[in-house]
């Protein structure tokens, strides 16, 4: 059973039942990493207990959050419902947000159906003065959907705010700049692009065009999972957006990609899925990391053949 993949968990509740016994998390518990003190829940992002339990007296300095979209491939449900309930995840996460800290959530947007809920969710964050707008960053998947009919679609779209003014730093694709130009004269010298800049690649801008997809046949797949984020992305908003040591939030851990990339980047995390089986795999990850250096099961099974047979 090791090397046959979990199938998308959220199809198969059969299996998903299964794995349930070899969980270590009931609803409302939290598991606290004896080595670097990162914590993962078992909890919904609307409770205001679970939170709680999840985050203590703690603050964080930044908060990548990824919920379901309210479309294709979760559950969807009417628009008005779908943004009272991000009301709620929003307003606890603020009130768990240190002054200063940056938060970023990836939203989808149906163009089916009036691109909702994108818009509405942008509205919605117009309701906290604390929350300045600063990015709308597109990251361009290479698979897409739809038909020849219309465009297709290959866009996740990730919102940026700050609360305050939390630090920034610039990120660096692997793109090589090879356009001359943009020539601008500094102290009465006429410079080009090139030799003013300060790396031989582009700056990451508000369109990531260099960040592969998750599939199967990477080494970072986790397989269950349907909805995991490349470890590249959430590493780059790390690195834009905190310093070492602090502490980053995520209330819709899934694969777990943040707290991974918070292990590699000298960060804490804490965590949390509703269901305990994305918990379990959360948990899962980061031993299964620190054990091999491994980032994922490519597309072997987190689950061992005793605990599956
Ligand atoms: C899009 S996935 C997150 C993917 C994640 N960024 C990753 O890279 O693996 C959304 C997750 O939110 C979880 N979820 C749905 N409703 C939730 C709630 N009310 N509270 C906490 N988690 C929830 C789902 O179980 C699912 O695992």
Redesign the pocket.
Known sequence: MIHTPLPRLDCHPEIRKTLLEYCRLQPGEVWVDPLRGHRVGC????HAGHIRQLMGDERAQLAIH???YNLVAFEERPPADFIEWCRK?VQLTLKYLSDPAALYI?MGADQTDGFQPLPEFMLLMREFPELTSRSLITLRNQRGFGTPHNWMSVRQELLYYTKGKPPFTAQYTAIPKVLRGYYKTIKGRRTENLERSKSNTLRASNVWVDIQQVFYRMQENVSG?Y???PLQA?ERIILASSREHERVI?????????LIACERLNRQCFT????PV?SELTIRRLEHYRQTGLTGWQHQNPFTPLEIT
């Not at 995520?250 to 943040?258: E, I, S, V």
């Not at 949390?272 to 269901?275: E, H, L, S």
């Open positions: 909890g919904d992002a609307t990824d919920p379901p995840w990836w999972c909805a995991q984020k959430t995520d209330f819709f851990a899934h694969a777990g990609t943040t949390t899925d509703i269901d994305y």
